[in-house]
């Protein structure tokens, strides 16, 4: 949910492949801040399209709320009953949202608003109740300057699927020629010398299963490793 090629791309594109159906959930559409765009609004809609066209690439399908840029709904249960209305629409098994601390306001009440509709979704949504395939929800990190606080739970290897991540981001043409290419790749090469892999994601479980009942061994293999190590087997946390 929000920044989903970025923070996800590569496990999305794994479920992809394992043929899951995976949809992205953007709550920002409109009114980009001026900075971006320059208050083109030719340059915003064609960002949406491009937006489409990204989640393409990794095998996604894209739903955007088109709230405007840094000015969520005045009231945040309205935020909370859209993101619930399209989870009980697609009914997935496993969530991937971002992490709630983030300097960016968009992610973090994104991220707040998710996890609100993720326990109530039926309440949310309203409408004539359903049974949740919902098992496991985990957190995802953004951009290198915008998360904080965030010490990973497991990593998933992306090399594979890191050519394609960078396929998607050039989608975004509005945003310059090698969009966010870079950052990810140096990101990627970090949590990847952090988990022995070439490239690598890392997560956060959220719940409700995760992590004692968790499908993802299962579905990636050798490609999940736990965050820690023979040297530091507690993640390098000080519990002291």
Request: aromatic fraction near 12%; hydrophobic fraction near 40%.
């Amino acid at each position: 949910m929000d920044e989903c090629e970025y923070g996800a791309g590569g496990i999305s594109r794994k479920f992809a492949k394992l043929g899951w159906e995976v949809v992205f959930l953007n709550t920002v559409g409109r009114g980009y801040d001026v900075t971006i765009f320059g208050g083109d609004r030719e340059k915003e809609r064609a960002f949406l399209r491009q937006a489409e066209e990204a989640a393409g690439v990794l095998g996604a399908r894209k739903v955007i709320l088109r709230y405007p840029d840094k000015r969520f709904p005045e009231n945040d249960l309205q935020a909370v009953s859209d993101i619930a209305k399209v989870v009980k629409e697609v009914n997935p098994e496993v969530v991937l949202i971002q992490w709630v601390k983030d300097h960016h306001h968009d992610h973090v009440r994104t991220a707040r608003a998710s996890l609100e509709a993720l326990t109530h979704v039926n309440l949310f949504a309203g409408g004539e109740p359903i049974k949740l395939n919902l098992k496991e929800v985990y957190a995802y990190e953004a951009g290198i300057a915008q998360t904080t606080d965030f010490e990973p739970d497991f990593y998933v290897d992306i090399a594979e699927e890191i050519e394609e991540v960078f396929s998607s981001f050039r989608k975004f043409k509005a945003l310059g020629e090698e969009p966010l290419v870079e950052q990810k790749k140096v990101q990627a090469r970090y949590r990847g010398m952090q988990s022995g892999f070439k490239y690598a994601e890392a997560f956060k479980f959220i719940g409700p299963r995760a992590p004692l009942r968790s499908i993802l061994p299962e579905l990636l293999g050798e490609a999940l490793r736990p965050a820690g190590s023979m040297l530091y087997p507690w993640g390098g946390k000080d519990y002291l």
